[in-house]
């Protein structure tokens, strides 16, 4: 049974600074990796979508890595601003359904 | 359409009464998620339907509990005799095979 675990649970940073958040997975057989955010009371919006076949995705100030052997995953979010604020979960799929972890929430501080 | 579509947006109900949550998932994505998620929790997995198959219904809480969906599209969940801890947010995801999901904005079901 996959097991999802995200470090730290709770981040809060200065405005502008770059970061990083911490996704460990028990289970690498999957097919791709994806993460979201979800702001306070609000669905998941999809931020990054990993192939297992791929070791990282870039969008914007985004940038997701993805190692599949030791169950690792990184997302790296430059020049944070105080809109990055939200819960940012990681998602690995394997055969079937995804679970989730407990996700970071993050504040970012103006 | 263009995205996962959920409603009521919104639902109120008296505990012991039937409500129905509905998902429209996008067109052409075969499989379609039910997840749950209390106040301040994370996302409790509920029931998976993937094309033809049978359904996975190994999340679901109770058997108050049941999903349909009805020819390979629209998605019914249904919660029978409904209780207090039930409160929560409904989110409903559907995607292609083993591709990225898409969740819909979730229905808000509080039990008074």
């Known amino acids: 049974k996959q097991e999802v675990t995200q470090i730290p649970a709770a981040l809060s940073v200065p405005e502008g600074e770059n970061l990083v958040l911490n996704c460990s997975f028990t289970?690498?057989?999957?097919?791709?990796l994806q993460w979201f955010r979800q702001d306070p009371g609000k669905g998941l919006t999809s931020l990054l979508l990993?192939?297992?076949?791929?070791r990282e995705q870039t969008s914007g100030r985004l940038n997701a890595s993805l190692d599949k052997s030791s169950g690792r995953s990184t997302l790296y979010i430059a020049a944070s601003q105080p809109g990055d604020s939200a819960t940012y979960l990681c998602?690995?799929?394997?055969?079937?359904?995804?679970?989730f972890g407990k996700g970071t929430r993050l504040h970012i501080l103006p | 359409g263009a995205g996962v579509s959920q409603s009521p947006s919104n639902k109120v109900t008296e505990k012991g009464k039937d409500v129905e949550l509905r998902c429209d998932p996008i067109s052409g994505h075969t499989a379609l998620y039910w997840y749950r998620q209390s106040l301040g929790q994370g996302l409790e997995f509920l029931i998976y339907?993937?094309?033809?198959?049978?359904?996975?219904k190994s999340g679901l809480p109770s058997d108050r509990f049941s999903a349909e969906r009805t020819g390979g599209s629209v998605s019914t969940l249904t919660i029978q005799r409904t209780q207090q801890e039930d409160s929560a947010v409904y989110l409903c995801a559907s995607s292609k095979t083993l591709d990225g999901y898409t969740f819909g904005s979730g229905t808000r079901l509080t039990v008074v």
């Open positions: 289970d690498s057989a999957i097919y791709n």
């Open positions: 998602a690995p799929r394997g055969d079937d359904k995804i679970i």
């Open positions: 990993i192939q297992s076949s791929q």
């Open positions: 339907f993937q094309g033809n198959s049978a359904p996975d």
